[in-house]
């Protein structure tokens, strides 16, 4: 561990003063609770229809990506497009001593990481995620999404140029006529200029957030309106996040099994219960982790959804996820077709007696939840791990716990 430290401890140093023969370069920076990830993505797609653009690896820990990404720079990169992820107190501060942004994105607030021994709070959230927009030259940009309260309050105090997007309320840049079916989303962008029809293959309302704050920074930079829409068109699905696929037993399956917070999780919910059907519609859930005092809350919010929207039938797996069974119940979910169990075996169990030919089924928790489990084992394949949480960030099949 010694040598790993000295070694990281290294390549932050050369990569920061790698960073300093690349003067003219314009880096923007994404952090927020939810969607950065998606974000970076699109901003990359649409700033690559004009320029040469490095980003970060989607599959690495922001600690040791930031100074990876910045020494795979070369002559030629004219955009560098990073995700600021912080999990722990001060971390910000680590990432900002390497590499400062020009463009901030600010894409949302919740109480994901907010675990004593993470970030601690809401609040611990808020100060450490604000602190890449207080970093910005006095010329800085900041973008921002209207639709979450506390992004909105943040912005509201800031002295930056700044420029709000919504799917919600008309503001700076704003989405609605908003379509969503297996094939993408399309949706009408409303903007100071006028307005514009535009589609992108990613599927679900909530990625319109995302494609929104590309839209604004491909626009600053310079972009036509005809690169930025191409830019969006080639957005695709990532395998776990929100991508359709064919499903174990002849179904349909939304594998959504790569990351779960409140936020993404109801815009998850909300995507099953409204893409159309000939079979019936299947929850299957993992619980969401780190939200520390929030844990309870979020978790019977997550049942009070499922109740109210057009879902069929939900399985909850992990302690936190029987509030939402409960809660669903609570809600007039039909008990019959709640069922909460303990882990992945037991999902899989009742998933077999459950799913028909042409079901619609979405596959949702947390990265350490693994839930993708639930698919080999419905696959027939070979699970003997049972446990609800696991430290490992490798997907399961290659896990030589797997099969022991």
Known sequence: MLLKNIFHSGRRTIAKFWLRFFPDITIIGVTGSYGKTSTVRAITAVLS?????????????????????????????????LEYGV??????????????????????INPTHSDEELLGSLEGIIKEKTKLLDALPERGLVILNYDDVKVREIGEGLKNKKIFYSIKTPTDFWADEIEVSFEGTSFTLR????????KTGLIGVHFVQDALAAIIIGREQGLTWEEVEKGISTLKPLSGRVSIEKGPMETILINDSLRANPASTLAGLRLLSELPTQGRKIATLGEMGELGSKANESHLAIGKEVANLKIDYLVAIGPLMKLAADEAIKNGMDK?????????????????????????????????????????????????????????????????????
């Open 191 to 198: 903007h100071p200029e006028g307005k514009i029809k535009m």
């Open 49 to 81: 229809q004009k320029y040469k653009v490095l980003t970060t690896d989607i599959n690495l820990d922001t600690l040791y990506n930031l100074p990876i990404t910045l020494l795979k720079l070369r002559p030629g990169y004219q955009k560098l497009v």
């Open 336 to 404: 019959q077709k709640v069922y909460w169990v303990n882990n992945v075996q037991e999902a899989a169990d009742i998933l077999r007696q459950i799913l028909k030919k042409g079901d619609l089924f979405y596959l949702k928790g947390s990265l350490l939840k693994h839930l993708e489990r639930v698919r080999l084992l419905l696959d027939d394949q070979k699970v003997n791990c049972t446990v609800i949480s696991c430290h490992r960030y490798n997907p399961c099949p290659s896990c030589p716990s797997l099969n022991k």
């Open 87 to 108: 999990d722990h107190k001060n971390e910000m501060d680590y990432h900002l001593s390497l590499v400062k942004p020009q463009i901030a994105v600010l894409t949302g």
